[in-house]
């Protein structure tokens, strides 16, 4: 008998060692929780970050970690790395927060936050890379629940690996106690593959300016539809104090069909999509906000503080998911004539109790003067719906360009047929030898440049559709065409600007004296660039490398005005330039941005003033920014110069979220190399030109999200195709070095990635499991026959089951004890820090995590 207790014993312990050898999910969480930020004590809630709740399941706690604002409109952000690699899905959002001290949240995920710190002050940014808005809160709104089958896609190859929690405290009033704040979101997510991947599409007014005592103003947004079907199944709204009503609808040949309407001074939750609604290719979404400027005395703009406004309508929907996309955006209004037609009731407000704005509204009563810096307040404290978009953009490795016979690249433009100009210099260089020390062209005996200078180029294959230009100037350099293809040019040698007409031989006006430099209202000093307003027909002129300004012209020619001046010493100020080199205007928002260059920022201005209203300046920039364009929606291109030795920030393309400043993208090409990019301009769809001044060349880009590929199987191997029959190669974005804090969230990753790797899949577990139950069988029916055959069939010493665990902690004699997974980490690290045997047990899994 006693050789069977020892064969027992044996199989126990083998059985312990060989679950040992393995771990079950509890284990990564266990290894996360090692690993993860500390949580403050001072904040009620689970002090566990990660709970698993089976498998395939577990809830994500996300919080601010005890933070107090000081300051109302203040932004603070924290990140949480998703605690597994392997790709996983977010199912329910269950919010932690109260309008009596929280305004709005979001949740974001993307692969690196903007820092490694416990938490940050938003104006760092949320995100270094594109960032995708999983969830929104405010007003108090109740939990969100995705449908069944239904989920927002993290980890694995494509999915965000961080969540960027950010929290807008409206009014910090509610602080003067000092106590900590640790709102905040649960996510249940689970590993199971879900049929539909959730996504997020939001439509925001960028322009909306609201007159003063004005009783309606419309803010309509709309877009046409370019992807695959998609499913609406939720909606949320968002204004603040002016808004009576937000609409949204899909329009399809001409009938509205409504997606959701509600007052945006109701808590703002996530409503579902009252009958369903699914979205086609080429339909058209449209949104309308109904704000009131009645009770203002100045003008309101779009903009991040609670005195600003906000025009957004989010649609949470679902798509198949060999076609998903996680979010998109629309910030223009593609058909303003098509809202005449709009059903009534989207102008209708809907009533709200003054009972219910007074609890809405009671605990902000600061006022402040949303004229005063406001596109500076914009830039610092835009409210994070404004969004970076996304896309990425690559090299388009086809564009037969690089090939074109050009001179030195200066400049280049679009014209109204979107076609691309570009303007170079022939067989004339600027070199140290072109000017003397007053600035005057020492080169004139050669003569003006014999070819032709201004060429069209058909923007999907190079061919050549026009040329002019020839014999008119010596040194070429800034170049922009007007809403009526005029070409718009500056001449460094000349010190000049002109304007021609496309077809026409001879200039229709010229500004400046020929080859004469000078600083008064009829001289130029090397003038860089050119802008005509659409809008006014006003003209601006940058001016130059030898003076440091931006002068205003009337359509006609006629000096309005100028301001700037050249930089002091230390650190540049406001409105001072080195180098004005680039303008982008902004007609939506009646902006003028300067790349300023040798400062190595941009400065944007009023174009009826001069008045400064933002810098957008970045480490990455280096000392040089050399040009800059600006895309209808809200998007900034830029390209910076050549790093000086021993620095290391590289040459590259920028694309930045004009609303907020922030870095979307960088872009570098594949196919040769930038040498001095010089100019760029980009179009609507989002493909980008670059000009470069010594590489003679122009490089073309596209919008990898933008374009369309489909596949195509020849000769039975796959090949990806573009619309444009373009291979769109990825860009080498710019190694960067890691920091000590990026190391050591990556040695935290790599734990958490073994810890996960180290799993072993359910039936694998479950055969385990099994295998010690049958042996334990077997011995009990072999000691019953032993015991029959030797005492005769009565009962008599042995081993008793009952008594054996009766004698461990924790039995029941009504049964096994089911074990608490949410405890047992946490007695495991407190007792020895090992793995306890409760890895091995079956544990009974507790309920999910309500949201409702």
């Given at each position: 008998?006693?050789g069977?207790i020892?064969?027992?014993?044996?199989?126990?312990?083998?059985?312990?060692?060989?679950?040992?050898?393995?771990?079950?999910?509890?284990?990564?969480?266990?290894?996360?929780?090692?690993t993860?930020r500390?949580?403050?004590?001072?904040?009620?809630?689970?002090?566990?970050?990660?709970?698993s709740?089976?498998?395939?399941?577990?809830?994500?706690?996300?919080?601010?970690p005890?933070?107090?604002?000081?300051?109302s409109?203040?932004?603070?952000?924290?990140?949480?790395p998703l605690?597994?690699?392997?790709?996983?899905?977010?199912v329910?959002?269950?919010?932690?927060?109260?309008?009596?001290?929280?305004?709005?949240?979001l949740?974001?995920?993307?692969?690196?936050?903007?820092?490694?710190?416990?938490?940050?002050?938003?104006?760092?940014?949320?995100?270094?890379?594109?960032?995708?808005?999983?969830y929104?809160?405010?007003?108090?709104?109740?939990p969100?629940?995705?449908?069944?089958g239904?989920g927002f896609?993290?980890?694995?190859?494509?999915?965000s690996?961080?969540?960027?929690?950010?929290?807008?405290?409206?009014?910090?009033?509610?602080?003067?106690d000092?106590?900590?704040?640790?709102?905040g979101?649960?996510?249940?997510?689970?590993?199971?593959?879900?049929p539909?991947?959730?996504?997020m599409?939001?439509?925001?007014?960028?322009?909306?300016?609201?007159p003063?005592?004005?009783?309606?103003v419309d803010?309509?947004?709309?877009?046409?539809?370019?992807?695959?079907?998609?499913?609406l199944?939720?909606?949320?709204v968002?204004?603040?104090r002016l808004g009576?009503v937000?609409?949204g609808?899909?329009?399809?040949?001409?009938?509205?069909?409504?997606?959701?309407?509600q007052?945006?001074q109701l808590?703002?939750?996530?409503?579902?999509?009252?009958?369903?609604?699914?979205?086609?290719?080429d339909?058209?979404?449209?949104?309308r906000?109904?704000?009131?400027?009645?009770?203002?005395?100045t003008?309101?703009?779009?903009?991040?503080?609670?005195?600003?406004?906000?025009c957004?309508?989010?649609?949470?929907?679902?798509m198949?998911?060999?076609?998903?996309?996680s979010?998109?955006?629309?910030?223009?209004?593609?058909?303003?004539?098509m809202?005449?037609?709009?059903?009534?009731?989207?102008?209708?407000?809907?009533?709200?109790?003054?009972?219910?704005?007074?609890v809405?509204?009671?605990?902000?009563?600061?006022?402040?003067?949303?004229?005063?810096?406001?596109?500076?307040?914009q830039?610092?404290?835009q409210?994070?719906e404004?969004?970076?978009?996304?896309?990425?953009?690559?090299?388009?490795?086809?564009?037969?360009?690089?090939?074109?016979?050009?001179?030195?690249?200066?400049?280049?433009?679009l014209?109204?047929?979107?076609?691309?100009?570009v303007?170079?210099r022939g067989?004339?260089v600027?070199?140290?030898?072109?000017?003397?020390s007053?600035?005057?062209y020492?080169?004139?005996?050669?003569?003006?440049?014999?070819?032709?200078?201004?060429?069209?180029?058909?923007?999907r294959?190079?061919?050549?559709?026009?040329?002019?230009?020839?014999?008119?100037?010596?040194l070429?350099?800034?170049?922009?065409?007007?809403?009526?293809?005029?070409?718009w040019?500056?001449?460094?040698?000349?010190?000049?600007?002109?304007?021609l007409?496309?077809?026409?031989?001879e200039?229709?006006?010229?500004?400046?004296?020929?080859?004469?430099?000078?600083?008064?209202?009829?001289?130029?000093?090397?003038?860089?660039?050119?802008?005509?307003?659409?809008?006014?027909?006003?003209?601006?002129?940058s001016?130059?490398?030898?003076?440091?300004?931006i002068?205003q012209?009337?359509?006609?020619?006629?000096y309005?005005?100028?301001?700037?001046?050249?930089?002091?010493?230390?650190?540049?100020?406001?409105?001072?330039f080195?180098?004005?080199?680039?303008?982008?205007?902004i007609?939506d928002?009646?902006?003028?941005?300067?790349?300023?260059?040798e400062?190595?920022?941009?400065?944007?201005?009023?174009?009826?003033?001069?008045?400064?209203t933002?810098?957008?300046?970045?480490?990455?920039?280096g000392?040089?920014?050399?040009a800059?364009?600006?895309?209808?929606?809200?998007?900034?291109?830029?390209?910076?110069?050549?790093p000086?030795p021993?620095?290391?920030?590289?040459?590259?393309?920028?694309?930045?979220?004009?609303?907020?400043?922030?870095?979307i993208?960088?872009?570098?090409?594949?196919?040769?190399?930038?040498?001095?990019?010089?100019d760029?301009i980009?179009?609507?769809?989002?493909?980008?030109?670059?000009g470069?001044?010594?590489?003679?060349?122009?490089?073309?880009?596209?919008?990898?999200e933008?374009?369309?590929?489909?596949?195509?199987?020849?000769?039975?191997?796959?090949?990806?195709?573009?619309?444009e029959?373009?291979?769109?190669v990825?860009?080498?974005l710019?190694n960067?070095?890691?920091?000590t804090?990026?190391?050591?969230?990556?040695?935290?990753?790599?734990?958490?990635?073994?810890?996960?790797t180290t799993?072993?899949?359910?039936?694998?577990?479950t055969?385990?499991?099994?295998i010690?139950?049958?042996v334990?069988?077997?011995i009990?029916?072999?000691?019953?026959?032993?015991?029959?055959?030797?005492?005769?069939g009565?009962?008599g010493?042995?081993?008793?089951?009952g008594?054996?665990?009766?004698n461990?902690?924790?039995?029941?004699?009504?049964?096994?004890?089911?074990?608490?997974?949410?405890?047992?980490?946490?007695?495991?690290?407190?007792?020895?820090?090992?793995?306890?045997?409760?890895?091995?047990?079956?544990s009974?899994?507790?309920?999910?995590?309500?949201s409702?």
């Amino acid at each position: 008998m006693a050789g069977f207790i020892s064969n027992l014993l044996i199989l126990l312990l083998l059985f312990q060692n060989i679950c040992l050898g393995f771990r079950s999910p509890l284990s990564v969480f266990k290894r996360y929780k090692d690993t993860s930020r500390s949580r403050s004590t001072e904040c009620l809630g689970s002090d566990q970050p990660v709970i698993s709740f089976g498998l395939s399941d577990f809830a994500l706690d996300i919080r601010m970690p005890a933070v107090t604002p000081k300051q109302s409109d203040t932004y603070l952000c924290m990140s949480v790395p998703l605690p597994v690699n392997d790709e996983a899905y977010v199912v329910d959002f269950k919010p932690h927060a109260s309008m009596d001290t929280v305004h709005h949240m979001l949740l974001f995920g993307c692969n690196e936050p903007s820092s490694t710190e416990n938490y940050w002050d938003c104006d760092e940014g949320t995100c270094k890379d594109k960032s995708n808005i999983l969830y929104a809160w405010a007003r108090n709104a109740p939990p969100t629940r995705l449908p069944k089958g239904v989920g927002f896609r993290v980890g694995g190859e494509t999915g965000s690996r961080y969540f960027v929690l950010q929290v807008h405290y409206g009014d910090v009033s509610a602080f003067r106690d000092k106590h900590k704040d640790c709102s905040g979101v649960t996510l249940h997510l689970t590993h199971q593959k879900q049929p539909l991947i959730a996504g997020m599409y939001l439509m925001m007014s960028v322009n909306t300016v609201i007159p003063p005592g004005k009783k309606v103003v419309d803010a309509d947004i709309a877009c046409h539809y370019k992807r695959s079907p998609m499913h609406l199944f939720a909606y949320r709204v968002h204004t603040h104090r002016l808004g009576k009503v937000v609409s949204g609808y899909r329009v399809r040949n001409g009938q509205w069909t409504l997606i959701g309407r509600q007052s945006p001074q109701l808590p703002q939750a996530f409503y579902p999509v009252k009958y369903p609604v699914d979205i086609s290719y080429d339909d058209i979404l449209a949104a309308r906000c109904v704000f009131s400027g009645e009770g203002r005395t100045t003008e309101t703009h779009i903009g991040g503080t609670a005195d600003d406004e906000m025009c957004n309508f989010y649609i949470m929907y679902y798509m198949e998911a060999k076609h998903a996309v996680s979010y998109m955006t629309c910030t223009q209004n593609a058909n303003p004539e098509m809202f005449r037609n709009i059903p009534q009731e989207a102008n209708i407000p809907i009533p709200v109790k003054s009972d219910v704005l007074k609890v809405m509204h009671g605990h902000h009563e600061e006022t402040k003067d949303s004229d005063a810096s406001y596109f500076l307040q914009q830039a610092k404290k835009q409210e994070a719906e404004i969004l970076d978009q996304d896309f990425h953009i690559a090299e388009a490795v086809e564009w037969p360009g690089l090939d074109l016979k050009l001179g030195q690249v200066s400049g280049l433009a679009l014209d109204p047929e979107n076609n691309l100009v570009v303007f170079h210099r022939g067989d004339h260089v600027w070199d140290e030898n072109s000017f003397d020390s007053k600035f005057v062209y020492q080169q004139r005996g050669l003569g003006p440049i014999e070819q032709n200078t201004i060429i069209v180029l058909n923007p999907r294959n190079a061919k050549l559709l026009h040329s002019t230009g020839k014999s008119l100037f010596y040194l070429p350099h800034g170049l922009s065409v007007d809403k009526n293809g005029n070409y718009w040019v500056t001449d460094v040698a000349l010190h000049q600007v002109f304007k021609l007409g496309p077809n026409d031989k001879e200039p229709l006006m010229i500004l400046g004296m020929a080859l004469q430099p000078g600083s008064d209202k009829n001289h130029f000093c090397q003038p860089t660039d050119v802008a005509v307003d659409p809008i006014t027909g006003n003209i601006y002129v940058s001016d130059g490398y030898c003076n440091s300004r931006i002068i205003q012209f009337s359509p006609n020619g006629l000096y309005v005005m100028q301001w700037g001046e050249e930089t002091s010493l230390g650190r540049s100020r406001s409105g001072q330039f080195r180098i004005p080199h680039s303008l982008a205007l902004i007609p939506d928002l009646n902006q003028l941005c300067v790349a300023d260059r040798e400062n190595g920022r941009i400065q944007c201005f009023r174009l009826e003033t001069g008045e400064f209203t933002r810098e957008i300046k970045h480490k990455a920039f280096g000392r040089e920014l050399f040009a800059v364009s600006y895309v209808p929606g809200g998007l900034l291109f830029a390209v910076n110069g050549m790093p000086y030795p021993g620095e290391a920030e590289s040459v590259q393309g920028f694309v930045m979220n004009f609303s907020t400043g922030e870095i979307i993208d960088t872009f570098t090409p594949l196919r040769k190399s930038f040498e001095m990019p010089h100019d760029i301009i980009a179009s609507e769809d989002r493909t980008v030109f670059v000009g470069d001044v010594h590489a003679k060349t122009v490089w073309k880009f596209a919008s990898a999200e933008k374009m369309e590929h489909r596949s195509v199987k020849k000769a039975g191997i796959e090949v990806q195709e573009t619309k444009e029959s373009e291979t769109i190669v990825e860009a080498r974005l710019k190694n960067k070095p890691e920091s000590t804090d990026s190391l050591k969230n990556m040695d935290k990753q790599h734990l958490v990635q073994q810890a996960s790797t180290t799993g072993v899949s359910l039936v694998l577990i479950t055969t385990l499991l099994i295998i010690p139950v049958v042996v334990l069988l077997a011995i009990l029916v072999f000691i019953r026959w032993r015991k029959t055959t030797v005492y005769g069939g009565k009962g008599g010493g042995g081993i008793n089951l009952g008594n054996f665990f009766a004698n461990h902690k924790g039995y029941s004699r009504k049964g096994f004890d089911r074990l608490s997974t949410e405890g047992s980490d946490q007695e495991k690290d407190e007792d020895d820090g090992t793995d306890s045997e409760e890895e091995c047990s079956a544990s009974s899994l507790p309920p999910a995590p309500s949201s409702s």
